[in-house]
Every structure is written in structure tokens, then in C-alpha cells.
């Protein structure tokens, strides 16, 4: 960690700025548009993003700081509402740091699209006549979308299979048989140029099976794209406030059991974990809904909803971590060339590419965890929430600037921190 950095949470508002400049993660340019309040999505920019545009609906946007993956130091930003999660990302980011990190594991990268027919007259026969046309399906697939070609992606395969519908009280029963294009999209996300690729073979998958065209669309459930990081935390590393090490990691690895019995508890398990995904995923302006309902489809792969991590001990007594999770993200194309805070974002990180984005993102859920189930093995969770907690509440009773500070360092001593006592105590300080 660059040392212009250290204690950034300390630091002013100005000297934060200061920080980054001297570090070299933003130029003098992007710091003053920060200073002066000017890297805001531009009115005009927005009303050609969405329709009826009326407003932009702001995200806090914070750094988290000490992951050390594959051996590279990251700075990484976070957009997020929610009070403590940036520090304790970099929490569980500095601790497994000190253990050597986050390891990362190979990974394809490769999108899915469908192209479903219904109302096949004879499945059998269809099915073969697919099969024995894949080679011309993916040179059909890459003609009507000879760009991402031309830059060492495109199609690579096609699968075959059928789907069962069940029958119901309004519905009867159907088979459909869908076309399945996997895709290297390269460093796109790639809906726009599979869904031009599925228009461009759907005609000649009708003809081939006689049935009728459902639809032909991307699918965002990427099991071609998974992403594996892992990391090992050496015990002496956990221990803190007259808890060893050995019984926090065990702590930790019980918590994970019940999670992982107990779909309940993996819900807000995974919650947590998403916290830090996504909060990455909005900053780099990715497609957030898209991976958490690939990642949330994925962590019911057995049956019953899956915590997305997995804690054990080692043999050499090490607390090892993993997380697996389908992760399809872009540093190019839709908001992310024309956003600037997306931009900045992207400049924060080095510029990675779409696999090593991936990686970055899966690392700080898999420290989000961490942090979370170290504070609910021991002090609780509402500890590491307080001193934020008690700043959101200063905000909403009014305080400004050194206020907000007094406030909440009053709060945290108060018998009952709530609204009204922030409001009590702002009123005793402005009179």
C-alpha cells in the first residue's frame, strides 16, 4: 500500500484528494472535478441512457484498500449505501493480505445464448439434424457478427437439448428444444452481439426442426464463466480481544456449516458476500442485476440455496476460504466507455482486464465474508456497525460538517442512539 495512503479513513475530505493525487491514482485533473463536484453524469448524457429521464440518483463511492491478489496490491472502488462495508472489505482484505493474499484460479470465459423452438414435429430427427450442422451453425453465428472475430473472440460451440415444461391448472404440458451458442464475448459483456449472433442462426435452426421460433436471447446464467479465488489465513493472524486464533478459525468454519445447512442463514451469508460484489460491480459500471441473478441461480445448483463460500481448516492448521461464483463482467462497451465515474473507476484498478476484473470482484466478496462472519463469531456484528451507524444518524438529524463527528462520538455514548437522540444532541450543540 502506497504509504500516502495509510489512514485514508483518517484523513479529510482535502486530504484525501491530496492522497490520491500524490499516489498517482487519479491526475490533478480528476481531483479537482472531484473537489469542485463535476464528475457527475451530465443531464444530457442521462436522458440518452435511459428514458424519461428526470434526475441521477446518487451512490456514495469509497475505496477499498489491502487486497493483495496473485501477488498484486489493488486499490479498489466500491458504490455503496450501506454504512461499514468498505471497511470491512479492507479489513478482510488486510488480514488474509498478511497470510499472502487472494490465489485466483483459471477460468474460460465464454456467454450463452439460447434460441428456443417449440411445437418440434419430430424431436428425435431435429435433434440429430443440429447435431450433424454445429460447425456451419458457428460460422453462421460469426458471420453476422464478423467484428468480435476480427479481435480473437466469437463463437465457439453449440449444444443441443430439450426442456420439459410441466403441465398445470391454465397450461399443458411442453417440450421445447433449445439451441445453446457459447460465445467469447473478449472483454465485452456481450448481450447486444449474442443476441445478433441467436437472430442470425434462429432462421436456419426453424428450418432444420420444422418447429416454431419461441425466442433468441442471451442468457445470463453463466456457468461458462466462473471465477475461483481462494486464500489461507494463518490463525495468528484472527486472534483479537482474548479470543486465540484457533477458536475464531473454528468459529468461522462452524458459522460456514450453518450456513450451508440452513438456507435462512445462507441468505444473509450470501447477502453479505454480495455486498462487496456488487458494490464493485456498480462502480466499474457493470450489470449488477445480471451477476446476481447468475450468482443467486448458481448457489442453488444442489437443490437448496448454498452459501457461496466455503471455510475449512487445513491440515497445516490454516483457515482456507474459497469462493466460486459465474461472473460474466466487461471493461468495455454499454456505460462503461462514456461514464465517468465509471471511467475513474476502471483508471483506480489499473485498467485490468475482464478476467482479472472478475477476479478483483469475487476477492473483495470473499473479504466481505470474512470480515462478516469474524465480527459474528465474536464481538457481534452491531459492534463494527456503531461508529457508522452513528454517523448516518447525524446526517438525517441535520449536523454538518464538524458536526457530524461531535454528534456521533456522542451517540456512541448515549444510553439509546436513535434519531431523537441525535436530534437531542445537535440541539444542545447549536445553542
Not at 456505460?335 to 478483483?360: D, E, K, N, R
Request: glycine share 8%; with cysteine.
Amino acid at each position: 500500500m502506497d504509504h500516502t495512503l495509510r489512514h485514508f479513513y483518517k484523513k479529510s475530505y482535502a486530504e484525501k484528494l491530496e492522497a490520491l493525487e500524490l499516489s498517482g491514482l487519479l491526475d490533478p485533473k480528476q481531483c479537482d472535478q472531484l473537489r469542485n463536484q463535476t464528475l457527475d453524469l451530465p443531464h444530457e448524457m442521462g436522458t440518452h441512457m435511459i428514458e424519461n429521464f428526470i434526475t441521477n440518483y446518487s451512490l456514495p463511492m469509497g475505496l477499498g484498500f489491502h487486497f493483495l491478489i496473485d501477488g498484486q496490491a489493488y486499490t479498489v472502488p466500491m458504490a455503496i449505501e450501506e454504512p461499514s462495508v468498505i471497511a470491512a472489505a479492507s479489513f478482510g482484505a488486510k488480514i488474509i493480505g498478511q497470510s499472502g493474499g487472494f490465489q485466483t484460479g483459471d477460468h474460460s470465459r465464454l456467454m450463452i445464448g439460447q434460441v428456443a423452438i417449440e411445437n418440434v414435429p419430430h424431436m428425435t430427427e431435429a435433434i440429430r439434424a443440429i447435431e450433424a450442422t454445429k460447425d456451419e451453425l458457428v460460422e453462421q453465428a460469426n458471420a453476422s457478427y464478423p467484428s468480435i472475430v476480427k479481435r480473437g473472440g466469437g463463437a465457439r460451440k453449440v449444444e443441443v437439448r430439450t426442456v420439459q415444461a410441466d403441465a398445470d391448472h391454465t397450461h399443458d404440458g411442453a417440450e421445447f428444444l433449445v439451441v445453446y451458442l457459447y460465445v467469447d464475448t473478449c472483454e465485452a459483456m456481450g448481450a447486444n452481439m449474442i443476441n445478433t449472433m441467436l437472430e442470425g442462426i434462429a432462421p436456419m435452426i426453424q428450418e432444420l426442426t420444422q418447429g416454431n421460433l419461441l425466442m433468441s436471447i442471451l442468457s445470463n446464467y453463466a456457468t461458462e464463466a466462473l471465477v475461483h479465488v481462494t486464500c489461507a489465513i494463518d490463525p495468528r493472524y484472527l486472534k483479537t480481544n482474548g479470543w486465540s486464533g484457533q477458536k475464531i478459525r473454528n468459529r468461522i468454519v462452524s458459522a460456514w456449516q450453518f450456513a450451508s445447512a440452513d438456507p435462512y442463514r445462507a441468505v444473509t451469508h450470501n447477502k453479505g458476500v454480495m455486498n462487496g460484489i456488487d458494490a464493485v460491480t456498480i462502480a466499474t459500471g457493470n450489470d449488477w442485476r445480471a451477476t446476481s441473478a447468475a450468482i443467486h441461480a448458481y448457489a442453488t445448483r444442489s437443490g437448496q440455496y448454498q452459501p457461496l463460500t466455503q471455510w475449512h481448516v487445513a491440515d497445516s492448521g490454516e483457515l482456507i476460504g474459497k469462493i466460486t461464483i459465474p461472473l460474466a463482467l466487461a471493461t468495455v462497451g454499454g456505460s462503461i466507455g462514456f461514464h465517468p465515474t465509471a471511467q475513474l473507476a476502471h483508471q483506480i484498478l489499473g485498467y485490468p482486464t475482464a478476467q482479472v476484473l472478475a477476479h478483483i470482484v469475487a476477492a473483495v466478496g470473499l473479504a466481505q465474508n470474512f470480515a462478516a462472519l469474524r465480527a459474528l463469531v465474536t464481538e457481534g456484528i452491531q459492534e463494527g456497525h456503531m461508529s457508522l451507524q452513528a454517523r448516518s444518524l447525524a446526517i438525517s438529524a441535520g449536523a454538518t460538517g464538524d458536526q457530524i463527528q461531535y454528534v456521533a462520538d456522542q451517540l456512541t455514548q448515549a444510553p439509546k442512539m436513535n434519531l431523537d437522540t441525535a436530534k437531542h444532541i445537535l440541539k444542545n450543540l447549536n445553542q
